[in-house]
T-cell receptor, first 115, second 112 residues
Framework: DQQVKQNSPSLSVQEGRISILNCDYT??????FLWYKKYPAEGPTFLIS?????DKNEDGRFTVFLNKSAKHLSLHIVPSQPGDSAVYFC??????????????FGQGTILTVHP | KAGVTQTPRYLIKTRGQQVTLSCSPI?????VSWYQQTPGQGLQFLFE???????NKGNFPGRFSGRQFSNSRSEMNVSTLELGDSALYLC???????????FGSGTRLTVV
């Protein structure tokens, strides 16, 4: 039962263009969402998060959009840079419940930004 | 500010052995979570500790256990290792009220 899904295993984008990574979830109890970036043999690095009381959060080149009715969120990276090439994970948490410390992760999307 | 430190970085064990992995959280972080990453299953939650108490546990067999010490450092133990336990084991810490989970670089366990 995969409660968080990233349906695109990979995404290829030209430098300077927009990268859009998508994530869907099924558990309506999730109320906090995070995006992480990961390089091989390293731990995930936190990028940006959003609470379910918001529909958008921005941090520099990164913007996360949340559509609760569709149970869908997306990460926009503008402009994309070659250094953004990595695996991106979407994660969700039931912050208001008893899911202490438990993040449910998607399977990840490999982003490649070409110079 | 030091990050989350996991030791060792790499480990090779034989089937049937047991292993202990260590995690030192960021200073002031009292919550420590553990995750297993494998190519087939992705990142899976193992358990979470806060103030030496396990508050949450994922769907892993009893061979996987953990503990947390009074200084918030945590260890996880896997007994009777199986080939399928080969994975990257990640530790994450945060303040209890904060939502920002910071991950360590992980311990790569290979079971042969």
């Amino acid at each position: 039962d995969q409660q968080v899904k990233q349906n695109s295993p990979s995404l290829s984008v030209q430098e300077g263009r927009i990268s859009i990574l998508n994530c869907d979830y099924t558990n309506s109890m999730f109320d906090y969402f995070l995006w992480y970036k990961k390089y091989p043999a390293e731990g995930p690095t936190f990028l940006i998060s959003i609470s379910s009381i918001k529909d958008k959060n921005e941090d520099g080149r990164f913007t996360v959009f949340l559509n609760k009715s569709a149970k869908h969120l997306s990460l926009h990276i503008v402009p994309s840079q070659p250094g953004d090439s990595a695996v991106y994970f979407c994660a969700a948490n039931d912050a208001g419940g008893t899911s202490y410390g438990k993040l449910t992760f998607g399977q990840g999307t490999i982003l490649t930004v070409h110079p | 500010k030091a990050g989350v430190t996991q030791t060792p970085r790499y480990l090779i064990k034989t089937r049937g052995q047991q292993v202990t992995l260590s995690c030192s959280p960021i200073s002031g972080h009292r919550s420590v979570s553990w995750y297993q990453q494998t190519p087939g299953q992705g990142l899976q939650f193992l358990f979470e500790y806060f103030s030496e108490t396990q508050r949450n546990k994922g769907n892993f067999p009893g061979r996987f256990s953990g503990r947390q010490f009074s200084n918030s450092r945590s260890e996880m133990n896997v007994s009777t290792l199986e080939l399928g336990d080969s994975a990257l084991y990640l530790c994450a810490s945060r303040t209890d009220r904060g939502m920002g989970y910071t991950f360590g670089s992980g311990t790569r366990l290979t079971v042969v």
